[in-house]
């Protein structure tokens, strides 16, 4: 089993950065990847970024690209994102997410196995 406890949400004016961290515990030695995703209300769950655990190979969506870096520290067990050139459209809950396997789409909610709690980010126009 493995925890996923994302922090580093808030408030932030358009043009702001934030960055996010997912911490992971538990049984990280079984992780393949992790991703992040968001939801805004009223929408589904879209793909942001995704990092493989061993060997740093990083995805973004299109929204994404050129604005936001996905990353991880080994050795602190903890993912982060780092948000930049922020705008009200990116504003939504963001999922910390982690799988076992390479099986089906990084950029599907489904090929993870687990999930954090979320944590809202909020970009003001």
């Known amino acids: 089993q493995v925890t996923l406890v994302e922090s580093g949400g808030g408030l932030v004016q358009a043009g702001g950065s934030l960055r996010l961290s997912c911490a992971t515990s538990g049984r990280t030695s079984s992780i393949y990847g992790t991703g992040w995703f968001r939801q805004a209300p009223g929408k589904e769950r879209e793909f942001v970024a995704s990092i493989k655990w061993s060997g740093g190979y990083k995805y973004y969506s299109d929204s994404a690209k050129g604005r936001f870096t996905i990353s991880r520290d080994n050795a602190k067990n903890t993912v982060y994102l780092q948000m930049n050139s922020l705008k009200p459209e990116d504003t939504a809950v963001y999922y910390c997410?982690?799988?076992?396997?390479?099986?089906?789409?990084?950029?599907?909610?489904?090929?993870?196995?687990?999930w954090g709690q979320g944590t809202q980010v909020t970009v003001s126009s």
């Open positions: 997410a982690a799988r076992d396997d390479y099986y089906g789409p990084r950029a599907t909610p489904n090929s993870y196995d687990y």
